[in-house]
């Protein structure tokens, strides 16, 4: 199967695969080869991709090698980065290579970390060796046009600065068409320290694992650092990205993880399900944003394959493959396309009593045509809207729509259905309908669609 590859839309602000808009759909799987054989690679790769995922975190530098012979890997303790990338772990590479084009053949794209953070920390890549291990990245998966290729790797972006741009630089040089972006530490992004970098194509930031309440923990604290403070909010993260310029991509590459504990260290703490994930899904990509990533505690850590537990994680791998949030992402991505996303602005400004504030916010994208509205709390609202439009309550955690007739141009107070079971978060479609009665919302791709540029909103 031939992928063609990613570039960024003409507005600066979306992926293009081709000529069609491309809305990232990622999961996080950082030790996918690490810890996977062959056909547990097929069974996850498979999975996700039924699901409506078309990208796959995952990370390269890890300190195992692959026996091909018995399907399986043991850990060992690279000396230095000449021995990982040696011809002694060759068999390490060839399963990398053929998870790879696995990927490919399920219509996936692979963003790859060459490594994680904590490497860089301990300086087995440093500005001596980082050049030399990009060059053999290049050369080994520049024939794969399913790669997007990630810095960092849960990591300050002014931790390492030079050798970061040392490997972008690299990558630049290697594969001039291909996409790069940097994966940072916690409640940042890397617009605060890349962005105006020629190799960093998009932004992704971290929006992270903590509740409102949680901004100062005894573990992991950055407070002092000074960038601001969103809480969940990760909607801000987008509307802070778009503002720069240029205007480039931005996505939440690491919000909360389904089944992990709110605030990461603390298992006593409730754990994140997947209403709150699907929540951070909704409120970034309503903002503006290129796309989402979605994570689950046990799959991103690949649990259950001989590796000690991280983060109270409960279940193994290839149960939590079959929890609800996972399958509850492709209705995102789904709703995205139908609208072409890409032609289409953040639109606040048709809430005529606010927007409201944290677990109360609701937000807004749409064009000439169409808008989408969530609302995680199911609240009463108020829309002041430009047309007659044709309405439907979406259910998020299942996919169903449901007709409820038509609203006249200006303000109307509407009211959520009320759930039997689950979290009562909706999302409304509005189709606009003209004087013919004929609608402008349809389960296809609307073509040439302007969008205003100017009207996104700022951070509050």
């Keep these: 199967m031939i992928m063609e590859k990613l570039g960024i839309g003409g507005n ?53 090698t692959y026996h091909a012979a018995e399907n399986s890997r043991v ?12 011809a002694e772990n060759e068999p390490y590479w060839a399963h990398v290579e053929n998870v790879v084009a696995m990927g490919r053949e ?13 490497f860089a920390k301990e300086g087995f890549i440093n500005i001596d060796n980082a ?46 068409d291909g996409l790069i972006g940097f994966h940072p530490f916690g409640r940042t992004s ?40 969103h809480g969940e909010d990760n909607w801000r993260y987008v509307c802070a990205d778009l503002g720069k310029s240029p205007q480039k991509p ?44 979605y994570g689950h505690n046990a799959v991103m850590q690949m649990y259950g394959t001989g590796t000690a537990a991280a983060y109270s994680v409960a279940d193994a791998w290839d149960v939590a493959l079959h929890h609800a949030g996972a399958g509850q992402m492709g209705i995102l991505r789904d709703i995205m396309e139908e609208i072409d996303f890409a032609n289409c602005r953040p639109m606040q400004e048709i809430f005529g009593n606010g927007a409201g504030d944290g677990h109360e916010y609701i937000c807004a994208l749409g064009n000439c045509e169409n808008i989408v509205v969530y609302n995680y709390s199911g609240r009463d609202f108020c829309v002041n809207l430009p047309f007659f439009a044709d309405g439907w309550w979406l259910d998020p955690a299942g996919g169903g729509r449901s007709y409820f007739g038509r609203i006249a141009p200006g303000e109307a107070v509407l009211t959520p259905p009320v759930k039997k079971t689950g979290h009562n978060d909706w999302v409304l479609i509005l189709g606009r309908v003209d004087i013919m009665g004929s609608y402008g919302f349809s389960r296809r791709f609307f073509a040439n669609r302007e969008a205003d540029d100017d009207a996104y909103p700022k951070v509050r």
């Design 75 to 86: 850990e060992i303790l690279y000396g230095d980065m000449q021995e990982f990338i040696s």
């Design 131 to 176: 050049a030399d291990y990009m060059d053999f990245l290049c050369k080994r998966f520049n024939k794969y046009e399913n790669i997007i290729w990630l810095l960092g790797g849960d990591i300050r972006g002014d931790k390492n600065a030079d050798m970061w741009d040392i490997c972008g630089a690299r990558l630049r040089e290697n594969m001039p």
């Design 12 to 64: 600066g602000r979306h992926f293009v695969r081709g000529e069609r808009p491309f809305f990232w759909l990622g999961d996080t799987a950082w030790r996918l080869f690490a810890a996977l054989d062959n056909e547990q690679s097929r069974v996850y790769l498979q999975n996700r991709a039924d699901k409506g995922f078309n990208a796959v975190l995952a990370v390269l530098l890890s300190r195992v």
């Design 106 to 118: 399920a219509g996936l794209y692979m963003a790859l970390l060459p490594v994680w953070g904590s």
């Design 190 to 229: 890397s617009s605060y320290w890349f962005h105006n970098r020629d190799w960093l194509d998009f932004n992704m930031f971290q929006s992270g694992h903590r509740r409102y309440d949680q901004r100062n923990l005894s573990e992991w604290d950055e407070g002092a650092a000074g960038e601001p403070w």
């Design 250 to 293: 931005t996505l939440d590459g690491e919000p909360s993880y389904e089944q992990i504990p709110q605030g990461l260290h603390d298992g006593s703490q409730p754990f994140w399900q997947d209403f709150h994930i699907r929540r951070y899904g909704w409120w970034a990509a309503l903002a503006g944003a290129a796309g989402h990533v």
